[in-house]
């Protein structure tokens, strides 16, 4: 039988952005209007690592933050910030689908031009999706949550984003896959760079340790609590 996770288990907030991939679907290219309209999250976990829990963005008006990203988000050309390619418009958020949408809106210089072509001629096919994790529980094994306000639990192991928000649409040539199109982006095998220095500067680990080491210290990173997190910062700024 699963265990029901308290409420006072440990929450953390993430420091690198959550990134999924999404299909651009012909249908829904408006040639017209230089639109395009995408589904870019669900609730179908996302695996950033093969060592790690599935992250689960959880789709209620509680957790999802989609107003700030449409008054202040931007759609790139492949993650290059000196090519601002575009907008997000039409945010919103389908709590009965567990999924959220949006319309990218293509400016009209030449290299929105050019990259609004591709996307027309079918050559351009995949936006990545990149999100702001503010809250997490983590559920172990036989763990499960149930979500406020439905009639629904999320079993474990999985790390439930309980708070989160859109950051940046980017346009890239990466394939997709099911649920909205989200396709997943490559497995990291070893530990990634701004992971390890995260776990350093925290003291956590050393410089030279095994890579079993580094991910035990990254599992227990993200068992802690918040205020856990929040101290260490403090106390990184405030030390020589």
Request: no cysteine.
């Amino acid at each position: 039988m699963a265990k029901t996770a308290k409420r006072s288990a440990a929450t953390t907030r993430l420091e690198k952005p959550i990134e999924s991939f999404v299909a651009i679907r012909k249908e829904d290219v408006n040639a017209e209007k230089r639109t395009v309209r995408v589904s870019f999250s669900s609730e179908e976990p996302i695996r950033d690592f093969p060592w790690m829990p599935p992250f689960i963005l959880l789709h209620t008006r509680s957790a999802f933050r989609g107003k700030e990203f449409e008054a202040m988000g931007s759609v790139l050309f492949n993650h290059n910030i000196d090519r601002i390619v575009g907008h997000p418009v039409n945010v919103e958020l389908d709590e009965e689908g567990h999924r959220a949408t949006a319309e990218i809106v293509f400016d009209k210089d030449p290299d929105s031009e050019a990259a609004f072509q591709k996307v027309l001629s079918g050559s351009l096919k995949g936006v990545s999706v990149r999100y702001r994790a503010e809250e997490t529980l983590r559920l172990d094994e036989k763990q499960s949550w149930s979500v406020p306000g439905g009639n629904r639990s999320i079993k474990g192991p999985a790390i439930v984003v309980r708070k989160w928000t859109p950051l940046e649409f980017s346009l890239t040539p990466i394939p997709a896959d099911r649920s909205v199109g989200v396709g997943r982006e490559l497995k990291e095998e070893v530990m990634p760079e701004w992971l390890r220095k995260a776990l350093i500067e925290r003291g956590l680990v050393k410089e030279g340790d095994s890579e079993e080491a580094m991910q035990a210290a990254a599992e227990r990173y993200l068992k802690e609590p918040a205020s856990t997190t929040r101290g260490r910062r403090r106390q990184a700024r405030t030390n020589p």
